[in-house]
């Protein structure tokens, strides 16, 4: 699966902003999805996941500490897309976010997108 992530920009901190991660392929919902970022001189981190569609425990969402109640990921199947609204911006979320596909449960992001940066402002 490749995919392509929008969205980024520059916004004042408390502002909001919305991430999409556009999937090629036909299985995508087989796909547990998720958000990581990389702020500069910093490792990547995980910010959200969503899982696969599978049966009983499709949707599952899963947040760092750091975004809980700020950030939503969410998935439209039909459109092969995954999103992530952020809202109450903090100039420490400041980084490039990567979208990232495993297949089913294995938890094995093997599949990145190219990165789209998001500046917060104070």
């Known amino acids: 699966v490749q995919l392509q992530a929008s969205g980024g920009g520059l916004v004042q901190a408390g502002g909001s902003l919305r991430l999409s991660c556009a999937a090629s392929?036909?299985?995508?919902?087989?796909?547990?999805m998720g958000w990581f970022r990389q702020a500069p001189g910093k490792e990547r981190e995980f910010v959200a996941t969503i899982s696969w569609s599978g049966l009983r425990t499709g949707g599952r969402t899963t947040y760092a500490d750091s975004v809980k109640g700020r950030f939503t990921i969410s998935r439209d199947n039909a459109k092969n897309t995954v999103y992530l609204q952020m809202n109450s911006l903090k100039p420490e979320d400041t980084a490039v976010y990567y979208c990232?596909?495993?297949?089913?449960?294995?938890?094995?992001?093997?599949?990145w997108g190219q990165g789209t940066l998001v500046t917060v402002s104070s």
């Open positions: 392929g036909r299985a995508f919902s087989n796909y547990g």
């Open positions: 990232a596909a495993a297949y089913g449960n294995s938890g094995d992001y093997q599949h």
